[in-house]
């Protein structure tokens, strides 16, 4: 079965942190850059951060710039979200998924191959 997991997420309090993992099952990792994105409630979809296949590029929305570090590991199949400073306003759930394409995936665009389930991320205090 073809398909991306995220995990990693949970409720914090303000300035916590949180690192979320997108790892992929029944296909290779590495040929596709990752992009991850949130949907907070009655929000549209936001792109956060997205990184080639490679790792060796990476960007960010302003909204995380600074805060949220984008990382992979090929040979583990998994790409991190490490998520510091966190605010009320991350509260969302995190979706990943896989572009074939980098310009796709730094358009954020929603065409991609493979999407996770999401993992929901509460900051509250």
């Known amino acids: 079965q073809l398909q991306l997991v995220e995990s990693g997420g949970g409720l914090v309090h303000p300035g916590e942190s949180l690192r979320l993992s997108c790892t992929a099952s029944?296909?290779?990792?590495?040929?596709?850059?990752i992009g991850w994105f949130r949907q907070a409630p009655g929000k549209e979809r936001e792109g956060v951060s997205c990184?080639?296949?490679?790792?060796?590029?990476?960007n960010y929305a302003d909204s995380v710039k600074g805060r949220f570090t984008v990382s992979r590991d090929n040979a583990n199949n998994t790409v991190y979200l490490q998520m510091d400073s966190l605010k009320p306003e991350d509260t969302a759930v995190y979706y990943c998924?896989?572009?074939?394409?980098?310009?796709?995936?730094?358009?954020?665009?929603?065409?991609?191959?493979?999407w996770g389930q999401g993992t929901q991320v509460e900051v509250s205090s």
């Open positions: 998924a896989a572009h074939r394409s980098w310009v796709m995936c730094v358009i954020h665009s929603p065409r991609a191959d493979y």
């Open positions: 029944g296909f290779a990792l590495d040929n596709y850059a």
């Open positions: 990184i080639s296949n490679s790792g060796g590029a990476t």
